[in-house]
């Protein structure tokens, strides 16, 4: 998924919802002052996640998908217009200028530069076209594949998900 679609918003709502743990890939790798935590630590974190009866992980790092891809039963996917992930983007370091989100590691306060903003502009296109033939690829193994591409979608989504837990 892309920077600024909503990924950590859309896990923690998911997870209000149906009453599933959330793991936010960002706050295990990122450790304090944006340092990368080691491989096998997070790696491990994410080991122990996929262990649990159900579970969330919101995040990309296709380094270790194949610690989650096996063991997911559901995909949920957000694709929305680059323009809109850019303004998040910016929206977000504003509102949190000097903050550290709680989704990402502690004492990483938000940050934007040019490397990261490239980096989005870069990739999307690329990142579409990839995640296009990997979610056919999970529908094709048995999978629960889900592709969001707008509020309307996501909103409504959310709210299944609501009256699916309040008819248990």
């Excluded at 217009?81 to 850019?86: A, D, F, K, N």
């Amino acid at each position: 998924m892309f920077s600024g679609v909503g990924k950590s918003t859309f896990a923690r709502k998911l997870g209000e919802r149906t009453g599933i743990g959330v793991t936010h890939l960002d706050a295990i790798y990122w450790k304090p002052g944006w340092v990368e935590a080691p491989t096998d630590e997070f790696r491990g974190a994410q080991q122990e996640n996929v262990q649990r009866e159900k579970w969330i992980i919101e995040g990309n790092y296709s380094s270790s998908i194949d610690i989650r891809e096996p063991l997911a039963d559901t995909v949920i996917y957000l694709e929305l217009p680059l323009y809109v992930c850019l303004y998040r983007v910016v929206k977000r370091r504003i509102q949190f200028h000097g903050k550290t989100r709680n989704d990402i590691g502690k004492d990483c306060p938000e940050k934007i530069d040019w490397t990261f903003v490239k980096f989005i502009l870069t990739t999307y296109k690329r990142r579409k076209k990839t995640m296009f033939h990997r979610l056919q690829h999970y529908a094709n193994e048995g999978k629960t594949v889900h592709v969001l591409r707008n509020e309307k979608q996501i909103a409504g989504f959310l709210n299944q998900c609501t009256l699916k837990r309040n008819r248990r």
